[in-house]
């Protein structure tokens, strides 16, 4: 059985015979063999160049943080209200209320034609409290005037006078009958101060819930749940042109990471490169001749992640803006004795910033080929582009010698 089986595998051809096309050299054959060398490597640098670059794909998930802050960053001028009128306030859905926020706060005293007063760097007016200070001894203890009184009991400057009349939720309307503020000279200096405009700048933290940041006059107070504001200064018929027509120099929210210069210039780049660079109220200026005019922004902040080859992640914020404006001159002022205007039934002026954080957030993630795929592809490239190479070349040989053998036929048969 053996010998009969190895018999019947000597008929057997192991290896298949070359066809005859391939045994036959062609000019053909060879520009078609250079055409598919040039095609592999072209597609093949095409595939290394896609291997090698680096795509950035984005996707929307919930924004599942928790307890985070966000950092706020801001620079708005305010031409015809001066420094010592301005005030910014922070309130938000969870409670948390930050009145006359002056901490990584700066405001700048500017002239009526826009330039910075010349050594000054604040809006303060108590530059010489100090040296008063000194003058009045360590025993001094001033009233209060009926306010409010601070912890300690005392009064020593115009300023803690201020503060303990808006603590009473008295307005302070006249300073000329306060000791201190005599002192101090704050009359004359808000008569310095009356045309002058404000530049306010700086960064604030604020809760990661809806907010709103107020830019508005004077000193704000609560009593019985309802939040007023001590107008007198600004709507005091003194003929000085307030209004709130301003400037937004800069307006953006930042994410912790971007405290640290390096992440904050990669998430630069990165929203360079996917074509986000700016905000939607960077240079916006705002312009009005009345006094009593409110603008709202109400801005929608969308959470945004940046996902970098290497595991590291870069958070940041987005935002979209919806402006409003009000005459509030037209509707009339819900006051106490024209002293005090409600906050939220009619509006007070000033500038306003609604913000409100989206429940999304958008993922940028930066991706690159594998190097299996890259090699997988070279390879179909080279057994695709010679394949089709053969196929194209036993074609053109069969039909070669096919219109050979015709005419050699059609020649003998004439010859004959």
Same mark, same amino acid.
Request: hydrophobic letters at 35%; aromatic letters at 8%; a neutral charge.
């Given at each position: 059985? @053996?010998?009969?089986?190895?018999?019947?595998?000597?008929?057997?051809?192991? +290896?298949?015979?070359?066809?005859?096309?391939?045994?036959?050299?062609?000019?053909?054959?060879? +520009?078609?063999?250079?055409?598919?060398?040039? $095609?592999?490597? @072209?597609?093949?640098?095409?595939?290394?160049?896609?291997?090698?670059?680096?795509?950035?794909?984005?996707? $929307?998930?919930?924004?599942?943080?928790?307890?985070?802050?966000?950092?706020?960053?801001?620079?708005?001028?305010?031409? /015809?209200?001066?420094?010592?009128? &301005?005030?910014?306030?922070?309130?938000? $859905?969870?409670?948390?209320?930050?009145?006359?926020?002056?901490?990584?706060?700066?405001?700048?005293?500017?002239?009526?034609?826009?330039?910075?007063?010349?050594?000054?760097?604040?809006?303060?007016?108590?530059?010489?409290?100090? #040296?008063?200070?000194?003058?009045?001894?360590?025993?001094?203890?001033?009233?209060?005037?009926?306010?409010?009184?601070?912890?300690?009991?005392?009064?020593?400057?115009?300023?803690?006078?201020?503060?303990?009349?808006?603590? #009473?939720?008295?307005?302070?309307?006249?300073?000329?009958?306060?000791?201190?503020?005599?002192? %101090?000279?704050?009359?004359?200096?808000?008569?310095?101060?009356?045309?002058?405009?404000?530049?306010?700048?700086?960064?604030?933290?604020?809760?990661?819930?809806?907010?709103?940041?107020?830019?508005?006059?004077?000193?704000?107070?609560?009593?019985?749940?309802?939040?007023?504001?001590?107008?007198?200064?600004?709507?005091?018929?003194?003929?000085?042109? /307030?209004?709130?027509?301003?400037?937004? /120099?800069?307006?953006?929210?930042?994410?912790?990471? %971007?405290?640290?210069?390096? #992440?904050?210039?990669?998430?630069?780049?990165?929203?360079?490169?996917?074509?986000?660079?700016?905000?939607?109220?960077?240079?916006?200026?705002?312009?009005?001749?009345?006094?009593?005019?409110?603008?709202?922004?109400?801005?929608?902040?969308?959470?945004?992640?940046?996902?970098?080859?290497?595991? #590291?992640?870069?958070?940041? /914020?987005?935002?979209?803006?919806?402006?409003?404006?009000?005459?509030?001159?037209?509707?009339?002022?819900?006051?106490?004795?024209?002293?005090?205007?409600?906050?939220?039934?009619?509006?007070?002026?000033?500038?306003?910033?609604?913000?409100?954080?989206?429940? $999304?957030?958008?993922?940028?993630?930066?991706?690159?080929?594998?190097?299996?795929?890259?090699?997988?592809?070279?390879?179909?490239?080279?057994?695709?582009?010679?394949?089709?190479?053969?196929? &194209?070349?036993?074609?053109? +040989?069969?039909?070669?010698?096919?219109?050979?053998?015709?005419?050699?036929?059609?020649?003998?048969?004439?010859?004959?």
């Amino acid at each position: 059985m @053996a010998k009969g089986f190895l018999a019947g595998l000597k008929g057997i051809d192991a +290896f298949g015979k070359t066809t005859e096309d391939v045994k036959v050299k062609t000019r053909t054959g060879a +520009f078609l063999t250079l055409i598919s060398a040039c $095609i592999i490597l @072209a597609f093949t640098t095409m595939e290394f160049f896609d291997y090698r670059r680096v795509a950035v794909d984005t996707s $929307i998930v919930v924004d599942r943080s928790r307890g985070q802050k966000l950092s706020v960053k801001l620079n708005v001028t305010f031409p /015809h209200v001066p420094c010592y009128l &301005l005030s910014l306030d922070v309130l938000d $859905i969870s409670g948390e209320q930050q009145r006359d926020i002056s901490h990584n706060i700066m405001k700048k005293r500017l002239t009526k034609a826009g330039d910075d007063v010349v050594g000054i760097r604040t809006g303060e007016l108590g530059n010489d409290i100090d #040296k008063l200070a000194e003058q009045r001894g360590p025993d001094y203890c001033g009233s209060c005037y009926g306010g409010t009184e601070p912890p300690s009991g005392c009064c020593n400057s115009c300023e803690d006078v201020r503060q303990a009349y808006s603590n #009473k939720g008295w307005s302070f309307g006249n300073p000329d009958d306060i000791e201190q503020c005599v002192q %101090e000279g704050w009359s004359e200096k808000l008569k310095e101060q009356a045309e002058e405009g404000c530049n306010i700048s700086g960064r604030i933290r604020v809760n990661k819930v809806v907010g709103s940041i107020h830019l508005s006059p004077g000193r704000s107070y609560q009593t019985n749940s309802r939040q007023f504001r001590d107008l007198v200064p600004y709507l005091r018929n003194d003929g000085n042109p /307030h209004d709130f027509s301003h400037t937004v /120099h800069e307006f953006l929210f930042m994410a912790d990471d %971007e405290y640290n210069p390096k #992440k904050a210039t990669t998430s630069k780049e990165m929203k360079k490169r996917m074509n986000i660079v700016g905000n939607p109220l960077d240079g916006y200026v705002a312009k009005t001749s009345k006094p009593q005019y409110m603008f709202q922004y109400f801005l929608k902040v969308v959470s945004t992640q940046f996902r970098m080859l290497g595991d #590291k992640t870069i958070n940041s /914020h987005q935002y979209s803006v919806t402006h409003f404006e009000r005459d509030l001159s037209e509707n009339g002022n819900e006051d106490n004795q024209g002293v005090y205007t409600q906050h939220g039934t009619v509006g007070i002026p000033g500038a306003y910033f609604n913000f409100e954080i989206s429940p $999304i957030l958008i993922v940028h993630s930066e991706t690159r080929q594998s190097f299996a795929h890259f090699l997988t592809s070279t390879c179909a490239i080279v057994g695709g582009v010679l394949t089709v190479a053969a196929l &194209l070349d036993s074609i053109l +040989f069969a039909t070669g010698r096919k219109l050979k053998k015709s005419g050699g036929v059609n020649g003998g048969a004439k010859l004959m």
